[in-house]
């Protein structure tokens, strides 16, 4: 038996990010794009500046979480 690494050995980085973490990540990024639109709708902004808030959201959502999972590797 070998103890390289193969196809079914995962590195130890990858073990962090779980499938629980995974739905956390993405409920997250969700959430502060909800907020944004959320957020512009109660400013009173017509439908596609809200969806023009969101979508900033989704990337500023991402950009948070990448930052996040990156500073905790």
């Known amino acids: 038996m ?3 690494r193969g196809p079914d050995r995962r590195s130890p980085r990858t073990s962090v ?3 629980p973490s ?3 990540g993405i409920a997250f990024v ?3 794009a909800g907020s ?3 957020i512009a ?3 009173g ?3 596609p500046q809200v969806g023009l808030a969101v979508g900033v959201g989704l990337a500023a959502g991402g950009g948070l979480l990448w930052y996040l999972r990156w ?3």
């Open 2 to 4: 070998s103890r390289g």
């Open 17 to 19: 990010l779980t499938a």
């Open 22 to 24: 995974t739905r956390l």
């Open 30 to 32: 969700l959430l502060v």
């Open 36 to 38: 944004c639109g959320l």
């Open 41 to 43: 709708f109660q400013g």
């Open 45 to 47: 902004a017509a439908l």
């Open 71 to 73: 500073i905790l590797e």
